[in-house]
């Protein structure tokens, strides 16, 4: 979903302990005696009722269907030894039963241009803000969650889905009432970004896997969609639908408007929003095999001179042709997305690719590489932002560029999170997707062929408690936090497909999700058992986390600590 200011979300429900409760953690919790039980009612006692919220959107009804189906199928066990049997006489002696979930607007509600959690999460940044209470009764008596958006009371749904464990088919929570006052960490008075980068361009990856992926995602707000790249261009774009013919991996291998439509929908039911990225300048030899009139040193040999990987390629940047051309192809392009955010990339510029272009060098006429690149970059954006959309850079354009961005542009901070202090000191916001923390594919060896020594460039691998004890505001002064927008985890997919994207991706990625949202200074150890139980409950619905320690010690906590 665009992400928008979560103002205090405050909840108030019957709860785990806290070492094994809610993912991701809550910003303010305070717990009561632990001595009351209750028991969710069967799947056709218990209901969840939308009829309380005017003119319910379809995705909402849809949302309560979820949560109720994942209620009655997650069947997880307490994560202790027994697999929490010794419960078991405590909520079989008369224990009350939850039958009703209520939901609401309340009086204030924001809903007011749409009624939906699509609508809602793809609204403009800073656009609306979510407030809400979860209240569910020890006594049994009807639970309600009330909210002043559609998209407050899908996130409402998504806490309370995570509060219930089973034992011989009784479906129960553990411990007493417990109060929540939450909000992320990084509103400020704009949005709160939590995403999760998947690169569909250097491998495939068919539709049913990105369904997976926002299923496992519903609670990181943004998914950023690294669509296409020189090595394939699988996005099938209206009035360039040559380039994905030509392009694509194979006639199978496609995502066409009605694909992307599905997804965007799929993800806005979810309170996600899709932030689609075409790179450019820089890889773009995908395009030459459709319009090699705009792409310099298109498969030039070697590659590593021309470019990080291959095959080289990158858009004829000084041309006024290929400005022309990339300017519609990107506003074709991004008519095919509601986000009002559109990712233009900008990093790997190869010099010596245009050194070498004749074409280029007569283009320029006399010009820098830098003074066509800002006027490249004024056309794109401008044509972009006719369309309502704010563009998201990589960290080049602010920092090793000297190019007239708006103020308003986001910059990814990719190639180090050193470099977020230099970003910020120029005063643009920025989104930390810092490849020292966040790029899960480091640490699996090279995919370079003739390499003997087989190491990645971005080693070691980036654990999960890497990212966990990331700290956003470092080397930032108090002024320039306000300008973090939030983080994600990135996917880059050289070495990964379908066959192992929910293993490399989860539960590891939740770990930024986590320090986006309450911020820094989380005990690792201590949040362990919590990412073990989102781990097991992943798997119950059907994506294959890896697990991250073996059972014996999942099942107690803290016994497998370095100094236990």
Known sequence: MLPRPFKPFSVIFVVLPLTSALWPQSCHLQTGPPSSVLCLAPSNSFTISVDEVPNAPEDLIAA???????????DLGRLVLGRGIDDLEAISD????LRRLVLRLDDHHTDTTTNTNTGGSTGTLGSTVDDGILVVPADGSHAVLKANSTIGLFRGLNIFSQLWLTIQGTIYPIGAL???QDSPAYVHDI?????????????????????????????????????????????????????AEKAAYSADAVYTPQDVAHIV?????????VLVEIDTPGHTSAISKAYPEHVACADAKPWRMYANEPPAGQLRLASPATIDFTASLLSAAAKLFPS?????????????????????????AGRTLNEALDVFTQATHGALRSLGKTPVVSEEMVLN???????????????????AAAVAAKGFRFIHAASNSFYLDCGAGGWVGDYPPGNSWCEPFKTWQNAYTFDPLANLTSEQASLVLGGQHLLWTEQSGPENLDSIAWPRAAASAEVFWTGPGGNDSAALPRLHELGYRFRRRGVKAISLQHEWCALRPFACDLNA
């Not at 008369?94 to 039963?97: D, L, Q, T």
């Not at 929908?265 to 929003?273: F, P």
């Not at 007239?404 to 910059?411: G, K, Q, V």
């Open 191 to 243: 949005s709160h970004i939590g995403g999760f980068m998947l690169d569909t361009a250097r491998n495939f990856f068919p539709v049913c896997d990105i369904e997976r992926t926002l299923d496992a995602m519903s609670w990181i707000n943004t998914f950023h969609w690294h669509v296409v790249d020189s090595q394939s261009f699988p996005l099938v774009v209206p009035e360039f639908t040559d380039i």
């Open 94 to 97: 008369g224990a009350p039963s």
């Open 401 to 419: 560029f000297n190019l007239t961005l708006s103020n308003d542009t986001i910059a990814l901070v990719w190639i180090s999170s050193e470099d």
């Open 340 to 364: 009002t955010l559109f990712a233009t990339g900008g990093d790997g510029i190869n010099t010596r690719c245009y050194q070498d272009d004749p074409q280029t060098q007569q283009d320029l």
């Open 64 to 74: 309560a269907q979820r949560t109720h189906a994942q209620l009655f199928s997650d």
């Open 265 to 273: 929908s799929y993800a806005g039911q979810r309170g996600i929003d």
């Open 178 to 180: 417990v109060e929540i």
